[in-house]
């Protein structure tokens, strides 16, 4: 199900990507700025639902965010001109195969299943895992830089 808005280069973003933009960490600036691109509706941005749980539990338990700042983290990315996808039966059957054929997890999977599905590149921190899904096209924020 490719998308057909042809205008606008278009992304799946992970979890990886995403914590970037609450946070400071290396290569937040170039994440934010993806971040504001989507806004200005010069490229797209796609993730799978799971992205909230990720992102919440990661805010909460990795980087110790309190009750409010978590929910107003999730509001933002609600908001923002991210696309969010609901796991479907097809992203489930697509993510579960790339679960078994690579070894990851099925959060990990998941970005995965929603990239090949859209036919669009992955946007990952997460080379390592990411990067063995030979089906699509995994770039790093690195690679992003003039955007």
Known sequence: ?????????????DAS???????DEEK?????N???????????LFTPDILLYEIGNALGKGKHFGRQDIVDALD???DSSVEVRNLDRSLIAQSASFMERYGLTFYDASYAALAHTLSIPLISENLKDQ?????????S?????NL
């Open 76 to 78: 933002v990315l609600l």
């Open 28 to 32: 937040s600036e170039i994440a934010r």
């Open 1 to 13: 199900m490719p998308i057909d808005d042809l205008t606008a280069e278009q992304y799946v973003v």
């Open 17 to 23: 990507v995403a914590i970037k933009w609450f946070v």
């Open 131 to 139: 990067g063995k899904v030979k089906e699509i096209e995994v770039k």
């Open 141 to 145: 924020l690195a690679s992003l830089k």
């Open 34 to 44: 993806l971040l504001r691109n989507a806004e200005l509706e010069t490229i797209r």
